[in-house]
């Protein structure tokens, strides 16, 4: 198997990427530290490493299959790219998609659910909410749980966090690493492109079915 050689610095929670087994195309990367992503928020997960990569390289970062099969957790910009020369520090933006809506059909479909709210859960109001926890994510947060809770009151947990809420810990596999190669394109203007190489005809997505 041909390696190329990558220069890795590794900050305070960061660690080294690692192929789980003989022959895996991607590497996995690990949070830096502990974080929650609350349901519609969109964060950077920091990994506290910087890379050096070969001219010509990119790393391309793609979701674990295990983590979107079993989780709302998402990387909206899939695959993500590192360029060659790209020296600061690697972070994964992760998205948590799970929609509160969806409750009511996630019952239905397993009743236990409505057990472990009850037991873990407790309905609360905004005040209350603000009291219990500063939100950490994005600014606009509390604009959507206002909006929320002026629908129905809003399920958190003990932490006071709403439900459907994502915990990733400290050194949790959360993506994987391809390294690719690339070639750069030469645009050359012409006034017609129909004429160059073989136009198979037909529109924008016309092989669909």
Same mark, same amino acid.
């Given at each position: 198997?041909?390696?190329?050689?990558?220069?890795?610095?590794?900050?305070?929670?960061?660690?080294?990427?690692?192929?789980?087994?003989?022959?895996?195309?991607?590497?996995?990367?690990?949070?830096?530290?502990?974080?929650?992503?609350?349901?519609?928020?969109?964060?950077?997960?920091?990994?506290?490493?910087?890379?050096?990569?070969?001219?010509?390289?990119?790393?391309?970062?793609?979701?674990? =299959?295990?983590? #979107?099969?079993?989780?709302?957790?998402? *990387?909206? !910009?899939?695959? &993500? $790219?590192?360029?060659? @020369?790209?020296?600061?520090?690697?972070?994964?933006?992760?998205?948590?998609?799970?929609?509160?809506?969806?409750?009511?059909?996630?019952?239905?479909?397993?009743?236990?659910?409505?057990?472990?709210?009850?037991?873990?859960?407790?309905?609360?109001?905004?005040?209350?909410?603000?009291?219990?926890?500063?939100?950490?994510?994005?600014?606009?947060?509390?604009?959507?749980?206002?909006?929320? =809770?002026?629908? #129905?009151?809003?399920?958190?947990?003990? *932490?006071? !966090?709403?439900? &459907? $809420?994502?915990?990733? @810990?400290?050194?949790?596999?959360?993506?994987?690493?391809?390294?690719?190669?690339?070639?750069?394109?030469?645009?050359?203007?012409?006034?017609?492109?129909?004429?160059?190489?073989?136009?198979?005809?037909?529109?924008?997505?016309?092989?669909?079915?």
């Amino acid at each position: 198997m041909e390696k190329i050689q990558v220069y890795i610095e590794i900050n305070e929670g960061g660690t080294v990427p690692a192929y789980a087994n003989f022959n895996d195309a991607g590497a996995d990367v690990f949070a830096s530290r502990d974080i929650a992503i609350r349901p519609m928020e969109c964060l950077v997960i920091p990994l506290n490493i910087k890379v050096a990569l070969p001219d010509n390289i990119e790393m391309q970062v793609r979701p674990r =299959s295990g983590l #979107s099969l079993k989780t709302d957790l998402r *990387i909206p !910009n899939s695959p &993500g $790219t590192v360029d060659a @020369g790209y020296r600061d520090s690697v972070g994964i933006i992760m998205q948590n998609t799970y929609n509160i809506s969806n409750l009511p059909y996630e019952i239905l479909a397993d009743p236990t659910i409505l057990e472990k709210i009850t037991s873990e859960y407790k309905l609360t109001t905004l005040e209350r909410l603000i009291g219990v926890q500063e939100p950490t994510g994005s600014p606009s947060y509390l604009n959507v749980l206002q909006a929320v =809770s002026s629908i #129905s009151p809003i399920i958190v947990d003990s *932490i006071g !966090n709403p439900y &459907g $809420t994502i915990y990733i @810990g400290k050194g949790m596999k959360i993506a994987q690493l391809v390294f690719n190669e690339y070639k750069s394109a030469e645009f050359i203007m012409v006034d017609s492109v129909a004429s160059i190489g073989t136009d198979r005809g037909g529109g924008f997505g016309s092989t669909g079915i």
